[in-house]
């Protein structure tokens, strides 16, 4: 392995360290705890070697989100892959249990505010690959797909928020999941 190759992997390394340890202490602490100066003490490197990373915390966020983006976009496309007759609610299912599972990163992929451009030229290709699924599941041959994966998504959104912050109960969530598949007026492809 040349040097070259060598630094460019251990850059690869640090970046994957800095956002790890980012999610890592929003998860211990909230988001507020996350700062330049605690994550280079937890991870051992000076803040200049943050800042040849990142700009700052907001970068460090928008990278969370954009991993959080690639495995959510993943753990739908397996839905939508087993083409099942119940695709879309596999995938509603797959996208809740993401939020819940993760809520740290959900927040940084939804809620915080971030660079991340949703619905443009300078979309993601993880957010727009999450985006498709939506679409995939919803099927072919709908009118308006873009819109309506949009107010899927939405709807989606509100949930998972509204249970976050404990507006509405978690108990009764496979009920709302079926009456948001049913409104969609089909289950499958």
Sequence with gaps: MSIVDRKERQ??????????????LAEAEGWDAVTTRRLAG??????????SHFKGKADIMAAVANGGFEELATRLRTQT??????????????????????PVTYEAMFVLPTQIKFASADTPIA???????????????????????????????????????????????????????????????
């Design 11 to 24: 850059r690869a390394e640090r970046y994957d360290l800095i956002v790890a340890a980012a999610r890592d």
């Design 81 to 102: 892959a087993m083409g099942t007759p119940d695709v879309l609610r596999n995938v509603c299912a797959a996208y809740l249990e993401f939020a819940r599972s993760q």
């Design 127 to 189: 957010l727009r690959a999450t985006f498709a699924e939506l679409l995939a599941a919803l099927g072919p041959d709908r009118p308006s797909p873009e819109l309506l994966a949009e107010v899927l998504w939405s709807a989606l959104h509100g949930m998972v928020v509204l249970v976050q912050s404990e507006r509405i109960p978690a108990r009764g969530a496979d009920v709302r999941l079926d009456v948001l598949v049913q409104s969609f007026g089909r289950q499958s492809r």
């Design 42 to 51: 937890l991870i051992d490197y000076s803040q200049p070697v943050l800042y």
